[in-house]
């Protein structure tokens, strides 16, 4: 989709010109593993015209296969309105989705069986199910189709409540909760942020008050136990956690619980106990969970990294990075990663 950004950290009603940079949910999953020397592919819909064209330049660009992207008559480019906060004024996002070629583009238009040839993950998110009915019914086949291949699936819940809007008889929490619902049971990878398992499912980390930017770290593992109660398919869950002290300066890292081992883990930490990243002077947070997401999966993927606590440490330190970053995509290499994982971040000049 086309992400419009006001310059810098205009207000919107204050610019008359806008950045233009292309992106998505999984799409910033996909090209975070190709940064990361991992190899994705992107199934989507998207008009025939120019933009769209813009679009899959961008995405071949970081070197994701594009070859099932399917293009359309029916339906425009999605568009999201971003104006990015500073200090206690928080950023904003405008959607303007209804009616894309996605939205419009129905379970049976895509040809599960290529897109899926050779493929050992699939990715989806809360997002893609948030924008249609139609939408929401590929969602469900496309996690039905790699399931019945033994295809692993990882789901971000993402909630959305500006886009749960196509069922009129249901509360955006509602639609939301029961869509996902759904697709939980087919899940093995949940991944979610430090609300979204209470916006969603109604499992709340103790007095948690996201809002005022404190959350109560020490129980988001018996949130982890709750999921994994009502979903035991699931292999692991791992919730990012963000203290934001203001649109600039944020608290950043996550859990993650491994059922096999039946035991929770933090990162990053200092010895043995918590201590998230300071991100004092964040450049672009759009993506930063994304970017965890890839991280996780790509760490789970890859031998040498593969540990909970290792991929888990691995998934933070690349989304750190990424709120250092403009726009959608995480540009960091696994080396950079790497780096920040051993401690280096100061910022050094590197010559």
Not at 52 to 75: C, H, M, P, S
Request: glycine share 8%.
């Amino acid at each position: 989709m086309c992400r419009l950004a006001s310059p810098g950290n205009l207000c919107m009603r204050q610019t008359r010109e806008l950045e233009v940079t292309y992106g998505g949910a999984e799409a910033n999953v996909a090209a975070s593993i190709c940064n990361f020397g991992g190899a994705a592919r992107y199934v989507t819909a998207l008009p025939k015209h120019a933009l769209a064209e813009a679009t899959i330049d961008t995405l071949r660009g970081v070197g994701i296969d594009t070859q099932f992207v399917l293009r359309t008559d029916a339906g425009r480019l999605g568009i999201y309105f971003l104006e990015t906060g500073a200090n206690q004024r928080p950023s904003r996002v405008i959607y303007d989705r209804e009616g894309s070629a996605f939205s419009r583009t129905t379970p049976d238009q895509y040809d599960w069986e290529a897109a899926l040839a050779d493929a050992d993950w699939l990715h989806v998110t809360g997002i893609s199910p948030a924008v249609s009915g139609a939408a929401a019914d590929a969602t469900r086949q496309a996690v039905a189709e790699a399931k019945q291949r033994g295809i692993a699936v990882s789901c971000d819940l993402n909630f959305r409540q500006k886009l749960w809007r196509w069922d009129p008889q249901s509360s955006p929490r509602d639609l939301a909760e029961s869509t996902m619902r759904e697709l939980l049971p087919s899940i093995d990878l949940l991944i979610a942020n430090e609300e979204d398992c209470a916006q969603v499912l109604g499992i709340r980390a103790g007095q948690t008050d996201v809002d005022a930017g404190n959350l109560e770290i020490s129980r988001y593992p018996e949130v982890a136990k709750e999921v994994v109660k009502q979903f035991p398919n699931l292999t692991h869950v791992a919730i990012t956690l963000r203290e934001s002290i203001s649109a600039s300066h944020n608290n950043w890292g996550a859990m993650l619980w491994d059922s096999a081992e039946g035991q929770h883990h933090f990162a990053p930490t200092t010895g043995e106990a918590y201590a998230p990243y300071e991100i004092r002077n964040i450049v672009d947070r759009v993506g930063g969970g994304d970017s965890f997401a890839a991280g996780l999966i790509f760490a789970l993927n890859t031998p040498e990294l593969r540990s909970p606590a290792t991929a888990l440490r691995f998934a933070v330190a690349a989304s750190c990075l990424a709120h250092s970053i403009v726009g959608d995509f995480n540009f960091s290499s696994r080396e950079d990663v790497e780096k920040l994982m051993g401690g280096v971040g100061a910022g050094r000049v590197e010559r």
